[in-house]
């Protein structure tokens, strides 16, 4: 029989519930506690596309993300006076080579219907972590409502300011075994405010009628701002505002990181009055939005070396923070979900050797992805937010001077990392694009045999007349 760990997930965000329901689906016991006293609608769009849909596909989730999604395969960008930058179409490039249409949504649409899934006797709110601990036998979390909580098994999924890890590596450097690069901060570079206004009159914006996603990016000339809109189901708009922070501002700027509807009148008032591309302004975005649900954070990137330690392991934003681009930080923390049930799928036993053993495979499967992603993040974030000389060369090289094959080629590399569930069917690849392998389970080539040889044996034999 395999073993049957308890697994306490910190964090109820996209990483943790991803988490939670895989493990839901292999049936090995699970709780997760997010110190929110509930999960509130914040956000704006997020897309994902052919790294992640096959795993989506495998849990029969599919139709239903589809249906609070649009296709999003074009993306243009301006100046600030709205003229054109540059423009990229694949509508029918992207589908055609790796199976799947990127879609894009509001990221609290998909959030709720992840919750949906995750029976809610499963999730406790108002549990901020306080300290952390493990033993031979067992991990220990206690809050700061007194109580404690033990199991075999502790996931961090609780962000770029996870209470986790800080614990962690507070007992990891008391130790001497932190790494120096782990000890510094985050690279703040950007402060942000986002939001999805209430349904829209597709009159007023007549992108609202098209069946898929509009994404737009407008950088601002000389001035510290850029802003991305984009359409969404239920003739909505999603509004990201980006701010570049420099020399004294990074050091002077507030570290939150919670998405709460704190500190956003400041930076409203200086770009309520900057145009979009759909006509009228941000301040009409801004105001067609309630004010509980605009929400201001810090855009930070860190490359953690530190991932596991004997029964602890972080995923998502704990251990890979990167710049926004267009949703990958929330695409790598499923990805670090996915890889996590893997591995534990293929538990030999609940000693802390082997639970320490399959959480160390878990890096090992992950870190180079996540690494090359918060490479590309870095420069996407400049590229679509920079405003040096440099970065305005980057940004018109990109979307004027590079040939198309460049970058087909480019979106061909983006998506050959596509990790399934490898306790589940594997979703064939429709459009027989190389996929990088991965590592398969041999529990689950084992249970197959043995479901193979059981049928036959129950097959009844008839005899040829």
């Known amino acids: 029989m395999p073993p049957s760990p308890k697994v306490l997930i910190i964090g109820a965000g996209i990483g943790g519930i991803t988490l939670a329901l895989l493990l839901e689906r292999i049936g090995i016991d699970y709780e997760v506690f997010e110190r929110a006293k509930c999960v509130k609608p914040l956000g704006a769009a997020m897309s994902i596309g052919p790294n992640i849909l096959p795993v989506f596909e495998q849990l029969g989730l599919i139709d239903e993300i589809m249906k609070v999604s649009l296709p999003a395969t074009t993306m243009e960008v301006y100046k600030e006076n709205m003229e054109l930058i540059g423009r990229t179409d694949n509508t029918a490039f992207i589908k055609q080579r790796s199976g799947y249409d990127p879609i894009m949504f509001s990221r609290p649409d998909v959030h709720n219907l992840l919750l949906s899934k995750v029976p809610a006797s499963k999730i406790h709110y108002s549990k901020r972590v306080l300290s952390v601990g493990q033993s031979d036998t067992g991990v220990l979390i206690r809050c700061t409502d007194g109580q404690t909580h033990e199991g075999d098994i502790l996931i961090g999924a609780d962000g770029a300011y996870s209470a986790v890890r800080q614990s962690l590596y507070d007992r990891l450097q008391k130790d001497g075994m932190l790494p120096a690069s782990d000890s510094q901060s985050l690279n703040l570079g950007y402060s942000c405010m986002v939001g999805t206004t209430l349904p829209q009159d597709p009159e007023k914006y007549p992108i609202l009628k098209d069946n898929h996603a509009h994404f737009a990016v407008v950088v601002a000339d000389g001035k510290p701002h850029s802003w991305t809109i984009i359409s969404v189901p239920g003739n909505r708009i999603c509004f990201g505002i980006v701010i570049q922070l420099k020399g004294e501002e990074k050091d002077e700027t507030f570290r939150n ?37 605009i929400s201001k954070t810090h855009l930070e990137e860190k490359l953690f070396e530190t991932w596991t330690h004997k029964r602890i392991a972080l995923i998502g934003d704990a251990c890979h923070k990167m710049l926004p681009s267009a949703g990958q930080g929330a ?28 959480l160390e495979d878990y890096k090992a499967q992950r870190y180079g992805q996540a690494k090359k992603q918060v490479q590309i993040s870095n420069m996407v974030g400049r590229v679509l937010y920079g405003q040096t ?77």
């Open 389 to 465: 000389w440099f970065e305005k060369f980057m940004r018109k090289a990109v979307f004027n001077w590079l040939p198309r094959s460049f970058e087909e080629s480019s979106f061909i590399k983006s998506v050959e990392y596509r990790p399934q569930a490898t306790f589940l069917p594997f979703v064939d690849n429709p459009a027989k694009l190389p996929i990088l392998p991965q590592k398969m389970s041999k529990r689950y080539a084992e249970e197959q045999k043995l479901k193979k040889e059981k049928d036959a044996e129950s097959t009844p034999v008839v005899d040829a007349v």
């Open 331 to 358: 695409i790598n923390a499923m990805q670090d979900a996915v890889i996590v049930a893997n591995c534990l799928y293929d538990l030999k036993s609940l000693s802390q050797k082997h639970i320490a053993a399959a």
């Open 257 to 293: 990181s919670e998405w709460g509807p704190e500190s956003i009148d400041s930076m409203v008032a200086q770009v309520a009055h900057h145009k979009i591309p759909f006509g009228g302004t941000l301040g009409d975005l801004i105001n067609a939005t309630p004010k509980e649900l």
